[in-house]
């Protein structure tokens, strides 16, 4: 039987650590997910920032909107109904509040590439939210990957992530450059799991937050990783299976090819 594992990447590989900064109130959130955070709000949009951007070095009082102009971002997951050109309209927001995070972040000792985030509400023009991210792989992580190929199991990686950080990661844990789909927001990683399907592979997908839930319904087993602590309930309720370390994927996947 030709399978595959679709991997989501942070919170499923990777421990993450995620500093998230209200900009109304000035508090820094502890244990949110920030696909839950956009799910709140309708017009919400999580916008990940470029790559490889010396943040730390920039101007504070910088506006975040000149920022924006600056470098490459993107949606990776909405609240629909959204304007994507709002974004820029937030005059007021300064890269002091993307900054903020992003410091306590780099007194972590982190082995993933630190990444920045924004959640603005597109119905009103204005970035609520600032996200500084990075993380360490889940122990076991690289063994694992090692027993699926042993078994003949297609391994891929899709993730929000940019494809900068992915090959990275895909370098430290042995996956295929080829099998890696950066930027990809819940419906490429749906599209994956169809598209894999067709070519006649039983697909497993294992994830951990709402984005991944359409590719969950969509394979044909959905596993969530339990691991990292923080896990979306859509997913938490979607997942065929729990699993409460990533190396218990392998005997879920020899269960499922018996």
Known sequence: MKTAVVFDCSGTLVEVIRIVKEIESQKFLCNHQTVDIVDNKRGRVLTVIGENIPLLNLDPDM??????????????????????????????????????????????KIETDPGYALICDTLRGKVEYT?????????????????????????????????????????????DRDHILPEAHQHLK????????????????????????????????????LQGGKVSKKALETADVKIENIREIVDVIRRFLS
């Open 63 to 108: 506006p975040m909107r000149e920022l924006l102009q600056r470098v490459k971002w993107r949606i990776t997951y909405c609240h629909p109904p959204i304007f994507k050109d709002n974004i820029l309209k937030d005059s007021e927001t300064k890269v002091k509040e993307l900054q903020d995070p992003a410091y306590i972040l780099s007194r972590f």
């Open 131 to 175: 996200v500084a991210t990075g993380g360490c792989l889940f122990e076991g992580v690289q063994e694992t990957m090692r027993e699926l190929k042993d078994m003949g199991v297609e391994v891929y990686i899709a993730s929000g992530d940019s494809g900068y950080a992915l090959e990275k990661l895909s370098r430290l844990i042995g996956v």
């Open 190 to 225: 749906r599209d994956l799991v169809l598209k894999l399907k067709r070519e006649g592979y039983k697909v497993v997908m294992v994830g951990d937050g709402t984005n991944d839930v359409p590719a969950m319904l969509e394979s044909d087993l959905s596993v969530i990783n």
